[in-house]
């Protein structure tokens, strides 16, 4: 199913970029400039710079934290990691981090279950269906380290 949805990727990047350089290419065509070549690759390092800015700004700790957890980090959060793949029809997020029992609260205020913990963790669990067909939160805090884990999945 991998293999499917990065071959989705290299269709959609391929596919937006022919629309991009049809438009470069009119356009060039339209002034009458020689060597369109060179526009072309110009227009091609634009876009992929484009995307891979894009992809970086998206990916970065902090905003992940922020865009799933649903607040900013707080100023107290220290080695904040995470990883991010949403793909097609399937997608999932990792967080990690030392923070203190009121970020946890406010982490868990949003309609987490209590489940058994997990060795020295406390685990809360949320099952839901926002964006995809399933969803699923599970968040993991040691409260003798402060260590925090959050984990989503989501699939269609």
């Known amino acids: 199913m991998q293999a ?18 049809a ?3 009119s356009v060039l065509y339209l002034f009458g400039v020689r060597r369109k070549s060179r526009w072309i690759f110009a227009s ?3 876009y992929c710079s484009f995307v ?13 934290f922020e865009r799933w957890l649903g607040f900013a980090p707080p100023a107290h959060v220290q080695d904040l990691k995470s990883s991010l793949w ?10 990690s981090c030392t923070t203190t029992e009121e970020t ?7 309609g987490m279950e209590r489940m058994p ?7 809360y669990h949320r099952r839901f269906s926002e964006h995809f067909g399933t969803e699923s939160e599970d ?8 260590r925090l884990r959050y984990s989503w999945a989501g699939t269609d």
């Open 104 to 110: 946890f609260d406010r982490i868990i205020k949003r």
């Open 86 to 95: 949403i793909l097609g029809d399937s997608g999932r997020v990792s967080l």
């Open 23 to 25: 438009i470069v290419m």
């Open 4 to 21: 499917l949805n990065v071959l989705f990727l290299i269709v959609l990047f391929t596919i937006t970029f022919a629309v991009i350089a």
């Open 139 to 146: 968040v993991y805090f040691n409260a003798s380290t402060g």
């Open 117 to 123: 913990d997990v060795g020295r963790s406390q685990h």
């Open 44 to 46: 091609f390092v634009l």
């Open 52 to 64: 891979g800015v894009d992809f970086y700004l998206n990916t970065r700790p902090a905003v992940v």
